[in-house]
């Protein structure tokens, strides 16, 4: 009976400890489901010294797709210095691990040529991308940041040194409708 309960014990030190796997981060942007405010200001003319900002007010609804591997979020907001209406377009892909995001302005009526990749860590959301403004190459960063079941701030900054320093020139509050 004693090398019985030998082998069962040796058995089970041989079995794999069971792992938990990572967060593929798939379910990273599920937080921004449904409709809310926005309240946004934009730096009038980013990368020139500016800081004449300009504020907006509207809503922004973003909708899972694809059982949540996709989704796509609708921007209106309308400020004295005009009216902003767009689209982001999110993309996860399992094998890398990554979101890729997309945007769209709607008086522009395509996609911008610049896609921006990166994920979450510890409740933070960071993406990068290369863009050009007025002909220069710059580099992009979006941030999402102060996440809670009720509101979350995004910033987007550029960059001119190649990442050494960044100049925010987008930065919104959204709040639950």
Known sequence: MSQLLLCSVLIGLLQPFPVHAQPDGQRDFDFEFGAWKARLS???HPLTGSTHWLDYE???VVRKVWDGRANLGE????????HIEGMT????NSETRQWNITWANASGGTL???TM???????RGEFFGQDSLNGRAIYVRFVFSNITP????FEQAFSADGGKTWEINWRAEFTRS
């Open 75 to 82: 921007l209106d907001v309308h400020g004295p210095a005009g």
């Open 117 to 123: 990749f990166g994920g979450f860590s510890g409740g």
């Open 42 to 44: 934009r730096l009038d």
């Open 150 to 153: 009720t509101s979350f701030r």
């Open 112 to 114: 911008d040529r610049s």
């Open 89 to 92: 377009l999110r993309l996860y």
């Open 58 to 60: 509207g809503t922004s």
